[in-house]
């Protein structure tokens, strides 16, 4: 599946069609927050997508190369929250340009385009395929959720 995802620099994003995700951990300096989008910095700041700290610090010390910042960098994205996000910005970027920025100059050594590459992934495994099990509905009853299906306390 073609996705309409593109990555950019940090001030790069003005007048680019569809919404502007900063995916950095931190936010700008010396911008207002209200002159994020106006300036070209992105209209949506989600710090969740970033790599931890401690990561960034291994790669920026030298301890670690890029494939290695690269692999481990997908091993935070593939569980939990991040995870969850990565399928909704899949399954939107299906419909609307999504725009993935960063302080980077170099998007090859960046992790937004690791993240590029896990979006569409995730839209890759996707289609015509069930969600996982621990998100389908089983019919236990003809009610949607425990608390629907309680019985009603009388006065």
């Not at 170099?106 to 992934?121: F, K, Y």
Request: some cysteine; aromatic content about 8%; proline content about 8%.
């Amino acid at each position: 599946m073609q996705l309409k995802l593109h990555t950019y620099r940090y001030g790069d994003a003005g007048g680019l069609p569809g919404l502007a995700l900063g995916v950095a951990r931190f936010l700008p300096r010396n911008i207002r927050r209200e002159d994020y989008a106006a300036r070209g910095y992105f209209d949506v700041w989600l710090p969740l997508l970033a790599p931890s700290r401690e990561l960034v610090a291994a790669y920026r010390k030298g301890s670690i190369d890029h494939e290695t910042f690269a692999s481990r960098y997908r091993k935070e994205m593939k569980e939990g929250a991040p995870a969850q996000v990565i399928r909704l910005l899949a399954a939107q970027a299906a419909r609307t340009r999504i725009n993935l920025g960063c302080f980077c100059e170099d998007a090859s050594r960046c992790h937004r385009s690791v993240l590029a590459a896990l979006i569409q992934e995730s839209a890759s495994a996707s289609p015509g395929h069930p969600p996982p099990a621990s998100v389908i509905a089983l019919p236990s009853s003809k009610f949607s959720s425990p608390a629907c299906s309680m019985p009603e306390i009388k006065d």
